[in-house]
Structure formats: structure tokens, C-alpha cells
């Protein structure tokens, strides 16, 4: 399965293919002031693991991502969720996919992280978000093969730190030891970008460079070592993904597919299982560090509490709700777009969130107690429904 094997100390199902990958959600709605060659780059790179899926022929695609607050958000946040419904429903804006889930292997998954004293929530009615709506479109695409969704909490603090989330995939491995299926891990997360935030415009490229340097040498303790503050203050909270799948591989390296830099974005492919061959060239838009990176590509921490993703105030869950609504009811976009005002007025906000609410572009929303996640995908989401031709 991996290089790790032994240390795992039991023969686990087989791991046939594994990647973690970029699951932006430009990469569905390819909004015009993107460069295309640059979200090209990530597609394809998503489209080539695809194709590794045909050749290594898995009964079932693992596939790890998060809950942008589509999922769960405020009434509840567990810190990881199995997905056991017959089918996969994952939907961003008006792009919708259903996909099969291997309930039994799911089911036997989660009996056995609970056998082995990790609780793990379960959920047979959830509706998934960008995290695997990008990666069932582009790497999953029409092949027939089933899916295990599992969602790790990355935005919502307290979080489970990436020891933890390293445990859990242990744990997994483990639960699956006895199992004779071929399985595909996908990671769905990262890299470096602050959405919603005043840092928006400002990732941590040269962190990305090292942890790309690092998973290259299949070099985890350092990685393993950081805090949730610690992920939050670059940008980085959605490796804690990457960390789970690690917890399957071991100490297994990867190879980069691709890496493009955005605004606002580091996008990153990355392959672990099987090794890719030597001399094949990943899709870099411009060079990457030459030399050894510094630790943290760097960065010196300073924060000892979260600076970007909070934890939500109870005081501000009015104002949460209804950009929850903005962004999972289309009703509400709709009527959103059309009449704010009325919609602001319906909802029991303070004079001072209503007004963040109706400036253009949600600007100071979150000084106002907005999640910055929540923020940007109203935002995003009411900018698409505005520009569709029927409005």
C-alpha cells in the first residue's frame, strides 16, 4: 500500500491511488477575470489522476474534503463526518452531481474508526459543497466508481489539529485492514488563500513551496508539528485533508502535477500513489524556489489565536444564517439579487450588520461577525445569479 506498511503493523486494503488536490470553485464557474491557462493547469492536473483512476482500477474512491458551511455550518460542526447515503449529492451554484456511495465499505469504515475509540459523526442525508463537486467533476468524471465521502472540519474552530486528523487516518487504515478492496484516497484541499478576508489577495507562496518541498522528500514531522493557529495564520487549514490521507500512506513522498499561482490561490496538485514516473514535469506557471526552502518557506509565526476563521459568536448567527441562505437557497439568492433591502429587512439583524450587509461587494461584513467564508460565497454566489442571463 505504501512504504509505510509495516509500521501500520497490519496488512490494510490496498491503497492503489492517492493525490490530494485544489478544489476551487473558479475551477466550475471559470469567472472572467481568472486566467484560463492557469485554471487550465489545475484541470488538467485533475483530469490526469483521473486517468490514473483507469489504470489502477479502484473498487472505491475515498474522497477527503471539508464543509465550507454548506454542509453542517452552525447547527452543528462536527470535526469529522462519513457520508452514508446510497448517493453523493454535491452541488455548487447550478452544477449538480450525484454519485454512488460504497455503503458497505463506508459502513465498515465506520464501525471500525469506532471500534478503534475515535468517534467519527455519520450523516445519511447531507448535501456536499465544492470540496467534491471539483474533484467528482474533474478527476471522477463519467467513470463508474463509487464514492466514500469524508469531511473534515477546516473553518470553523476549535479544530482538530493535523496530529489528529493524521490519527484518524490511522484509524481508517486500520478499520480497513481485513477489507479485499483496491481503493483511491483523494485529498481535496489546499493550498495557501484566505478567502473572504482583508488578506484575500495575499497567499503564502513561498509556505506552499515548502510544503511541497517537503511532501516531495516525504519529510511529515514538521508538517505533522503545526497547530490549527499556526495553518490559519498562512492560509493552510485545508491540509489538514492531506493530513488524514497521510495517515493511510505513511511516510509514501509525492509528486507534483501542477502548481499555479493566483491572486488569491495556491493551487496545487499533488500525486502520492503510484509514483510518478521519473523525468515527468509538472505544470508550473512560472519557477518555484530554486534550492532548499527555508522552514515555513520562511514565514516566522506570531499569533497564538486564530486570526482569520474565528471561532463564530452566538451573537452574530442572525446575520451567518442568512448568508447561509444566500448561498444554499436559490430562492433566497434570487431574492437577494433582486431586493435586498427586503430580504435584509426580514432577518433579525443589528442596524449595523444590515447595513455591511447592503454595501456593495459585503465589504466589512466580517468586522461585523460574518464568517469571512460565509462572506465571500454570498458574495460570489449573488454575483453569478446576477450575471445569469434571466436576471
Same mark, same amino acid.
Given at each position: ?45 485533475? &483530469? &490526469? ?36 447515503? +446510497? *448517493? ?29 475509540? $475515535?468517534?467519527?459523526?455519520?450523516? *445519511?442525508?447531507?448535501? !456536499?459543497?465544492?470540496?467534491? !463537486? ?35 487516518? &490511522? ?9 479485499? %478492496? ?20 495575499? +497567499? ?38 492531506? $493530513? ?61 489565536? $486564530?486570526?482569520?476563521?474565528? $471561532? ?6 442572525? !446575520?451567518?444564517?442568512?448568508?447561509? *441562505?444566500?448561498?444554499?437557497? %436559490? ?40 464568517? +469571512? ?11 453569478? %445569479? &446576477? ?5
Amino acid at each position: 500500500m505504501a512504504t509505510d506498511r509495516t509500521r501500520l503493523g497490519a496488512s490494510v486494503a490496498e491503497v492503489v491511488a492517492a493525490a490530494a488536490a485544489v478544489h476551487a470553485p473558479q475551477l466550475l464557474s471559470r469567472p472572467p477575470h481568472e486566467d484560463p491557462a492557469k485554471l487550465d493547469g489545475s484541470t488538467d492536473a485533475l &483530469r &490526469r489522476f483521473g486517468r490514473v483512476l483507469d489504470e489502477t482500477a479502484p473498487d472505491a474512491l475515498l474522497v477527503i474534503g471539508i464543509d465550507h458551511l454548506e454542509t453542517f455550518w452552525l447547527e452543528a460542526v462536527p470535526a469529522f463526518t462519513l457520508v452514508l447515503s +446510497p *448517493q453523493a449529492h454535491a452541488h455548487y451554484m447550478r452544477k449538480r452531481r450525484r454519485v454512488p456511495v460504497h455503503t458497505e465499505l463506508a459502513v465498515r469504515l465506520l464501525h471500525g474508526v469506532v471500534e478503534r475509540d $475515535f468517534d467519527l459523526t455519520y450523516s *445519511q442525508q447531507a448535501t !456536499l459543497g465544492h470540496a467534491f !463537486l471539483t474533484p467528482f467533476e474533474f478527476v471522477l468524471g463519467d467513470r463508474d466508481i463509487p464514492v466514500i465521502p469524508l469531511l473534515v472540519n477546516a473553518y470553523l474552530p476549535p479544530l482538530p489539529s493535523p496530529r489528529r486528523c493524521h490519527a484518524l487516518g &490511522r484509524a481508517i487504515a486500520g478499520a480497513l485492514a481485513d477489507r479485499p %478492496e483496491r481503493i483511491a484516497v483523494l485529498a481535496s484541499g489546499g493550498m495557501s488563500h484566505f478567502p473572504g478576508t482583508a488578506r484575500y489577495t495575499d +497567499p503564502q507562496f513561498s509556505f506552499d513551496e515548502w510544503v511541497l518541498q517537503e511532501v516531495a522528500a516525504g519529510r511529515y514531522r514538521e508538517l505533522l508539528d503545526l497547530t490549527p493557529v499556526q495553518l490559519d495564520e498562512v492560509g493552510e487549514s485545508e491540509l489538514l485533508t492531506w $493530513f488524514v490521507m497521510l495517515g493511510m500512506l505513511g511516510d509514501t513522498p509525492g509528486s507534483l502535477l501542477s502548481y499555479q499561482h493566483l491572486s488569491h490561490h495556491g493551487h496545487g496538485v499533488v500525486q502520492f500513489l503510484p509514483p510518478v514516473s521519473p523525468g515527468s514535469r509538472p505544470d508550473v506557471d512560472r519557477p518555484l524556489t530554486a534550492g532548499p526552502v527555508p522552514r515555513y518557506g520562511g514565514y516566522e509565526f506570531t499569533s497564538s489565536e $486564530f486570526i482569520y476563521y474565528r $471561532f463564530p459568536e452566538p451573537s452574530s448567527f442572525a !446575520l451567518n444564517r442568512l448568508l447561509h *441562505q444566500v448561498i444554499t437557497d %436559490e430562492a433566497t439568492r434570487r431574492e437577494f439579487v433582486r431586493d435586498p433591502a427586503a430580504v435584509v429587512g426580514r432577518a433579525a439583524l443589528t442596524a449595523e450588520q444590515g447595513a455591511a450587509l447592503l454595501r456593495d461587494g459585503f465589504d466589512g461584513l466580517t468586522a461585523v461577525g460574518a464568517h +469571512p467564508l460565509l462572506a465571500l460565497s454570498a458574495r460570489q454566489v449573488s454575483e453569478l %445569479e &446576477r450575471n445569469t442571463p434571466e436576471n
